[in-house]
């Protein structure tokens, strides 16, 4: 285990052959979790930008840390789903993903970028108003959780400069 931990992490772009890996990390991270084909479809989609954090381990095997999906319009883009392997969480990986995943869609000619977040789902929106996300709505009653209660969702927005 401790290898994976050393080696350093990479971000790159993937797309339907990391679907599975995409499956397990969001199922261990949301109470409603994506089936491995509801990723490889998105993944293969022209609109969708999905890019991982990966390690690599002494003997070479590549193994996912965390993924960030979007869905790109004429000129903005929709997060669909951001997500890291929660015992690799508070390392960095989060920070790193989402500043290239900005990057990337930037370059490739969105002007902003939405998404939707749990009202109490502390860890992602420190992580989204450290990266500049203004709070441009609330859905009441948007999501529901495991327990069966609904949950209300802000809507977010970072414009690109
Ligand atoms: C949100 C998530 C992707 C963050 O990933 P991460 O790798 O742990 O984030 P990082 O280590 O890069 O943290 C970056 C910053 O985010 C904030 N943050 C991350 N986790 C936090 C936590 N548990 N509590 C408070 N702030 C937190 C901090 O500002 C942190 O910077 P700091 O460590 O210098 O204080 C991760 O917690 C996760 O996968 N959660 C489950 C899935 C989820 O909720 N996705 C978002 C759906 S909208």
Redesign the pocket.
């Known amino acids: 285990m401790l290898g994976w931990l050393q080696s350093p992490a990479s971000i790159r772009r993937i797309g339907p052959d990391f679907a599975a890996a995409c499956a397990k990390i969001h199922a261990q ?2 109470a409603h979790p994506w089936a491995p084909t509801e990723f490889e479809s998105l993944l293969a989609g022209r609109d969708v930008v999905g890019e991982a954090a990966i390690v690599t381990s002494f003997f070479g095997e590549r193994r996912l840390t ?1 993924f960030v999906l979007s869905r790109r319009g004429a000129d903005t883009a929709e997060m669909l ?4 392997t ?1 015992a ?9 993903l989402l500043a290239r995943h900005l990057a990337t869609l930037a370059a490739e000619g969105a002007n902003s970028l939405f ?4 009202t109490d ?4 929106l ?2 989204y108003r ?1 990266f500049g996300f203004l709070e441009i709505g609330e859905r009441k009653a948007y999501y529901r959780k495991a327990d069966g209660i609904a949950a209300s969702a802000l809507v977010l927005r970072r414009d690109f400069d």
């Open positions: 991270s949301f965390g789903t951001i997500a890291v929660p690799l969480r508070r390392k960095g990986v989060g920070a790193a998404l939707e977040v749990e789902n502390r860890a992602a420190a992580l450290r």
